[in-house]
C-alpha cells in the first residue's frame, strides 16, 4: 500500500509592530470635512435633530436634507414605540400618503402592530374584530402575511404569555423594529439612505482585520469605541 503523507503548510505569519503601524496610519490623509460629513449623516438618519443644528452651526457641514424633516419624522417615530400606531399612520400620512400606498408589508407590519397593542391591553373583542376585518384579508392574499397573523393570533391562547412561544411579539423591542422599519421608509422617500454609514463603515473595519488576521499580527482595534490598538500577539 502507498502511503501519501500531506505536510502542513508553515503557519507563521508576517508580525507588525504598533511603531510600525502607527507610521502607516499617520500616512492615510482624510480630509476633515469627509468626517464632518459622516457625523452630520448619522445624526441626521439617527434622528438627533438638536445635535445637527448645534453641529451644523460649529462646523458649518449642511446636511442633504432639511432638518425641519427629522422633527417630524421622529414624532413618527416616537409614536410607533409608544404603542400609539394610529397616531403614527396618520402623521405619516401627512408627511407623504404615498409611503404607506406603495409599501404593503410595512403596512401591514403597522396593523400588525396595532393588533399587537389591542391584545397588550387585554381587549380581546375589539383585537379578534381588527384581525378579521384588517388583517384576515390581507393574509389571504399573502401567505407570509397570514402566518404573521397567525403567530400574532396565537398570543389571545395565552393567559401568561411569559411562557408563550411568541411571547416575544409584546416585547418593546417589537415595537422598535415595527418603528425603525417605519423611519427606513419616510428616509428612503425623502431620497436619503435608510442606514447611516458609520455603522457600515464599522463593520467593514471588522471585516477587513479578520482578513488581515490571516495573513499576519498586526495591531488590532478591539474597542471600536476607543479606536484602542492593541500590541500584536507574537
Not at 376585518?133 to 392574499?141: H, I, N, S, T, V
Amino acid at each position: 500500500m502507498r502511503v501519501c503523507v500531506i505536510y502542513p503548510k508553515s503557519s507563521s505569519k508576517k508580525v507588525i509592530t504598533k511603531e510600525e503601524w502607527e507610521k502607516k496610519l499617520s500616512e492615510v490623509k482624510i480630509r476633515k470635512e469627509d468626517m464632518n460629513k459622516l457625523v452630520m449623516n448619522f445624526l441626521v438618519t439617527e434622528g438627533y435633530v438638536e445635535a445637527a443644528e448645534k453641529f451644523q452651526m460649529e462646523s458649518g457641514t449642511q446636511p442633504d436634507i432639511d432638518l425641519g424633516t427629522i422633527t417630524d419624522r421622529m414624532a413618527v417615530r416616537k409614536a410607533v414605540q409608544c404603542g400609539q400606531v394610529e397616531d403614527a399612520i396618520e402623521k405619516v400620512n401627512d408627511l407623504n400618503p404615498e409611503i404607506l400606498d406603495t409599501n404593503p408589508q410595512l403596512f401591514f407590519h403597522l396593523q400588525q402592530q396595532r393588533l399587537i397593542e389591542l391584545i397588550r391591553s387585554g381587549q380581546v373583542e375589539e383585537a379578534l374584530e381588527f384581525a378579521q376585518e384588517e388583517l384576515a384579508p390581507r393574509g389571504e392574499e399573502n401567505h407570509a402575511f397570514l402566518e404573521e397573523l397567525e403567530r400574532t393570533v396565537a398570543l389571545l391562547a395565552f393567559e401568561d404569555t411569559t411562557n408563550c412561544p411568541v411571547g416575544e411579539l409584546l416585547d418593546i423591542s417589537q415595537r422598535q423594529k415595527t418603528a425603525s422599519e417605519l423611519n427606513a421608509a419616510i428616509l428612503t422617500s425623502q431620497s436619503h439612505e435608510k442606514d447611516p454609514k458609520l455603522p457600515s463603515l464599522l463593520k467593514m473595519l471588522i471585516w477587513a482585520q479578520n482578513q488581515l488576521d490571516e495573513k499576519a499580527s498586526y495591531p488590532r482595534i478591539n474597542d471600536l469605541v476607543n479606536a484602542t490598538l492593541e500590541e500584536p500577539v507574537t
